[in-house]
């Protein structure tokens, strides 16, 4: 009985309900040009299928290269200041870039698309730093056996923020309205911070003069430490296939896919993300029960590539509900995000660790302007569904062969420096 009230004590401790909350808030404000996409740029003035796609796909670029950017000042800072810096300042960005979100259709002084562009790549840099920061702090702060699990519970909770995002675009009825929740739960969200305390493994290295802390360039002085960088990005490829181009542009691939409905983005992001928490739910719980961290993700990426291919090629997608259920199918595949991040945290030591955990997730984001690239390079030639397949195939091979070489992280002792 005394065991089970310290788990469920370390579990529900304020760090990991306050790191949780705020991957929610993270998520809500990532997703929600994804799902106000086309409504938002319509009445900005774009009436055209191929204005909404073209300039929807430079925005997510732009808040793409904001998160790439920002994952690594933020990841840097979180390793010289300490974790709690970074949920503090990440999450102050973020939410004053929604709020002004929200302002964009009485901007005069700047034509609407640029300041929508800009302030989306604004809103990318300061939500890079919320995970990150999130799982180094519940990593280092959990017993080892606890580790999987807790960061669990973050993402599969931080991931409804999605869910909710949708939900408050339907019932408001107005995308600006969604932008200024977004910000004011950010907001909201700093008052619950002030309790939270900083890692005792950092504190522990604070003092320690000869310590190198946060030097991003060391991943790639050491041919070791850089492939299993390398191989942390990897395994979170397919996750991003799978959310930027196969959920995002859902409406494009149901046209290919000869659905005569209309397919709905935002809906298609909201089913995708409950089976992404579902999935992150799990995935913890998996880990624990397989003693792996390799064996959980590799059985998840395996479902979610013959998702990918239900999608694509089965011939079975007749109707947008059967299309939502497939992005649910996919995200419940992809839902070891948190497990992904946990063992980018887990294979670094200390005075690297939150750069590792901040970078390794925003890289993976930054790559959806390669995948979103070379979709649009095959897509006048070989047709929406087999340029996806292609972007697909690539972004599955990496993801597997990173997750069956990278070393095994379960039950890894994590007060270590690297050297």
């Given at each position: 009985m005394t065991?089970?009230?310290?788990?469920?004590?370390?579990?529900?401790?304020?760090?990991?309900?306050?790191?949780?909350?705020?991957?929610?808030?993270?998520?809500?404000?990532?997703?929600?040009?994804?799902?106000?996409?086309?409504?938002?740029?319509?009445?900005?003035?774009?009436?055209?299928?191929?204005?909404?796609?073209?300039?929807?796909t430079t925005i997510i670029n732009f808040q793409m290269?904001?998160?790439?950017?920002?994952?690594?000042?933020?990841?840097?800072?979180?390793?010289?200041?300490?974790?709690?810096?970074?949920?503090?300042?990440?999450?102050?960005?973020?939410?004053?870039?929604?709020?002004?979100?929200?302002?964009?259709?009485?901007?005069?002084?700047?034509?609407?698309?640029?300041?929508?562009?800009?302030?989306?790549?604004?809103?990318?840099?300061?939500?890079?730093?919320?995970?990150?920061?999130?799982?180094?702090?519940?990593?280092?702060?959990?017993?080892?056996?606890?580790?999987?699990?807790?960061?669990?519970?973050v993402a599969g909770i931080g991931l409804l923020g999605a869910v909710v995002a949708t939900f408050t675009v339907k019932l408001s009825g107005d995308w600006t309205i969604a932008y200024f929740i977004g910000g004011g739960l950010g907001i909201a969200l700093l008052l619950l911070r002030v309790g939270v305390i900083e890692s005792g493994i950092f504190k522990d290295i604070v003092g320690k003069k000869h310590v190198e802390r946060g030097n991003f360039f060391a991943f790639f002085t050491d041919w070791n430490r850089f492939?299993?960088?390398?191989?942390?990005?990897?395994?979170?490829?397919?996750?991003?296939?799978?959310?930027?181009?196969?959920?995002?542009?859902?409406?494009?691939?149901?046209?290919?896919?000869?659905i005569a409905e209309k397919v709905d983005p935002g809906l298609a992001i909201m089913w995708a993300y409950i089976g992404i928490s579902i999935g992150d739910f799990g995935s913890g719980f998996i880990s624990h029960l397989f003693h792996s961290r390799k064996k959980a993700i590799a059985a998840m990426m395996a479902f979610a590539l013959i998702g990918v291919f239900v999608f694509l090629f089965s011939g079975s997608v007749k109707s947008a509900n059967i299309l939502y259920g497939l992005c649910c199918w996919l995200g419940l595949g992809t839902g070891y995000w948190a497990m992904f991040v946990t063992v980018g945290a887990e294979q670094f030591g200390t005075n690297l660790r939150a750069t590792a955990a901040t970078t390794v997730p925003n890289m993976v984001r930054g790559t959806v302007v390669l995948m979103t690239t070379m979709y649009k390079f095959f897509k006048p030639t070989q047709g929406v569904i087999i340029a996806g397949a292609i972007v697909g195939l690539i972004c599955f091979a990496i993801g597997f062969y990173s997750t069956l070489t990278i070393p095994e992280t379960h039950g890894k002792d994590l007060d270590f420096l690297e050297e």
């Open positions: 065991q089970e009230k310290t788990t469920f004590q370390h579990l529900f401790s304020l760090p990991v309900i306050v790191a949780a909350l705020g991957y929610f808030v993270d998520i809500y404000d990532l997703q929600l040009f994804g799902i106000v996409r086309v409504q938002s740029l319509e009445s900005l003035g774009l009436n055209t299928k191929e204005a909404v796609s073209s300039v929807g290269i904001g998160l790439l950017i920002g994952g690594i000042f933020w990841g840097i800072l979180g390793d010289k200041k300490g974790r709690l810096s970074v949920l503090f300042g990440s999450i102050i960005t973020y939410s004053l870039a929604n709020i002004c979100c929200g302002m964009i259709p009485h901007i005069e002084f700047i034509d609407k698309i640029e300041a929508y562009k800009w302030l989306r790549f604004i809103a990318g840099i300061g939500l890079a730093g919320e995970l990150g920061a999130g799982i180094t702090l519940v990593s280092e702060i959990l017993p080892k056996q606890l580790r999987a699990i807790g960061t669990s519970l492939s299993i960088y390398m191989k942390c990005i990897g395994i979170g490829l397919p996750t991003w296939f799978c959310i930027g181009i196969l959920t995002y542009l859902s409406n494009e691939f149901g046209e290919a896919l000869g």
